[in-house]
């Protein structure tokens, strides 16, 4: 059974730091390329990072490049999403996910992960 967790959410001042969790489970998500999205509440679940199964390619947002950096141990099963200069419009759920072998085009759709936790939540006071 696949399994995936996060952790490490929690209440952060504007301008602060959170880093988020992911365990996985269940596959060997050594072969898979992960991602992280977030959704808040009244919004669409939106693409945040995607790291390559080697590591060697990733992907942000727009709206967090420079401030947030995804990273994997792939021996370890888990990846990171190290979040800085954090802002109140980050507040979210943050969901991990493991990437659809063959969709890696279309690597910000929700569409193109098979997999998913069940969140945690980021809050950002300003």
């Known amino acids: 059974q696949v399994q995936l967790v996060e952790s490490g959410g929690g209440l952060v001042q504007a301008g602060g730091s959170l880093r988020l969790s992911c365990a996985a489970s269940?596959?060997?998500?050594?072969?898979?390329?992960m991602g992280w999205f977030r959704q808040a509440p009244g919004k669409e679940r939106e693409f945040v990072a995607r790291?390559?199964?080697?590591?060697?390619?990733?992907y942000y947002a727009d709206s967090v490049k420079g401030r947030f950096t995804i990273s994997r141990d792939s021996a370890q099963n888990t990846i990171y999403l190290q979040m800085n200069s954090l802002k109140p419009e980050d507040t979210a759920v943050y969901y991990c996910?493991?990437?659809?072998?063959?969709?890696?085009?279309?690597?910000?759709?929700?569409?193109?992960?098979?997999?998913w936790g069940q969140g945690t939540q980021v809050t950002v006071s300003s």
């Open positions: 269940g596959r060997t998500f050594s072969t898979y390329a």
């Open positions: 996910a493991s990437g659809r072998p063959g969709f890696g085009d279309a690597y910000s759709r929700v569409g193109s992960y098979d997999y």
């Open positions: 790291i390559t199964r080697s590591g060697g390619s990733i």
